[in-house]
């Protein structure tokens, strides 16, 4: 099972990214976005069930990520849009059982891709 995330760059404030994290091997109930900045826990950004499409979202990104999938590719998409300096981090995206417990939690993915960087400047 490899989960391989793409999609990230630099870019200005107010610019926008599509991260991508294709999912070989198998499909998972439940996929996630997290970031993470140095010396700094990684935090959730947004989750997709892969069964019924609900999707959650943490309050900063709201309005501005979009995130999607694509059944037949078996690839979860992250659309960042209106970006802001506070979004600039290494984007990882997971994947698990939807049972697996709470989605904002690391703990609750059992697979994670390598990390893309993005990058925010002013």
């Known amino acids: 099972v490899q989960l391989q995330a793409s999609g990230g760059g630099l870019v200005q404030a107010g610019d926008s990214l599509r991260l991508s994290c294709a999912a070989s091997?198998?499909?998972?109930?439940?996929y996630g976005w997290f970031r993470q900045v140095p010396e700094k826990e990684r935090e959730f950004v947004v989750a997709i069930n892969w069964g019924d499409g609900s999707t959650y979202y943490t309050t900063s990104v709201k309005g501005r990520f979009t995130i999607s999938r694509d059944n037949a590719k078996n690839t979860v998409y992250l659309q960042m849009n209106s970006l802001k300096l506070e979004d600039t981090a290494v984007y990882y995206c997971?994947?698990?059982?939807?049972?697996?417990?709470?989605?904002?939690?690391?703990?609750?993915?059992?697979?994670w891709g390598q990390g893309t960087q993005v990058t925010v400047s002013s």
């Open positions: 997971a994947a698990g059982s939807y049972y697996g417990g709470y989605y904002y939690y690391t703990r609750s993915y059992d697979y």
């Open positions: 091997g198998r499909t998972f109930g439940r």
